[in-house]
């Protein structure tokens, strides 16, 4: 990490610039404020040679980290430069070790919310794919009925959002799901459950009729009916990532289909939904290489 120091004190500048560099940061030292804009992630500014040029300096290298070095604690050695932009302070005499710290936490703290602001970003371009309405009438539990995994997990993502909530997931394919009943309810725990129509039909059953009391929205991937307290269909609703693409053929729209849903329906079940018979099921299986697995 490459740091700039603006000490006047020259013995002061090199002692904290050699402790520094012992703990990996490769150091500048300057006596006075640049007059053009520098880089460097870290910049510490002694209050000994704060000036008006300085406030305007701090505010021209807002991404940078800045922390103050003062003597005492006053408007303008704590007060204005805060309110210009920089982080912190350390109180002189102080420890190294303070000073690290301050500037990894700050450092830590910017690197989370870079990242944090690329979800956001990416967040906020998949979801205009879904024309979803306002989700803020709904409480928990829920179920997300969609024909798509991908939509309903925009849509539960964004009631997130909306509501400022963080989610717990959870999979109903694990076979531990059940767990989550051992516990009381707690408001302040969300749980996002997934793969509802991976359970069978007495299954399904058994855990609706214990997520009626949990804070949790559920997601259900299928055309099939399901009752529930709360049921927000939004399988109507096109989402353009998935329309996107080649058409494909008849043919490679039945194999997919039957590759994709093979293991959640029986074959009479998934022939019916095919609109064949089961005798065409299995020939149709036979044809594209997709024979059970026994």
Not at 182 to 205: D, S
Not at 264 to 285: F, N, T, V
Request: hydrophobic share 35%; aromatic share 12%; proline share 3%.
């Amino acid at each position: 990490m490459k740091l700039l120091i603006l000490e006047n004190e020259v013995y002061l500048a090199q002692s904290i610039a050699g402790k520094l560099s012992d703990a990996g940061y490769e150091c500048t030292i300057s006596q006075s404020i640049p007059k053009e804009r520098v880089s460097y992630h870290a910049i510490l500014i002694s209050s000994n040679i704060y000036n008006q040029n300085c406030e305007f300096f701090i505010k021209q290298h807002s991404d940078s980290i800045i922390i103050m070095m003062i003597s005492y604690i006053s408007d303008d050695t704590v007060s204005k430069p805060l309110l210009a932009g920089a982080r912190d302070y350390v109180l002189k005499p102080f420890m190294i070790d303070e000073l690290v710290r301050k500037i990894r936490h700050y450092n830590e703290f910017a690197e989370t919310k870079r990242v944090l602001d690329f979800y956001n970003a990416y967040f906020d371009f998949i979801q205009k794919e879904l024309n979803t309405p306002s989700l803020l009438q709904y409480n928990p539990p829920f179920i997300i009925k969609s024909t798509s995994q991908r939509s309903a997990d925009i849509y539960a993502m964004k009631y997130a959002k909306e509501k400022n909530i963080l989610f717990e997931f959870i999979t109903l394919k694990d076979k531990d799901y059940k767990n989550i009943f051992k516990n009381t309810p707690q408001k302040q725990k969300i749980y996002y459950a997934t793969n509802l129509e991976e359970l069978k039909k007495q299954e399904r059953k058994e855990f609706l009729e214990l997520a009626h009391r949990y804070p949790m929205i559920i997601s259900f991937i299928s055309t099939d009916k399901v009752q529930f307290q709360q049921v927000i269909d939004i399988s109507h609703i096109p989402n353009t990532q998935e329309l996107g693409g080649d058409i494909m053929s008849i043919h490679d729209y039945v194999k997919t289909i039957i590759a994709k849903f093979e293991s959640r329906y029986p074959d009479i079940e998934l022939a019916k939904k095919l609109g064949m018979s089961r005798k065409s099921l299995w020939e149709k299986r036979k044809k594209y290489g997709l024979l059970r697995k026994k």
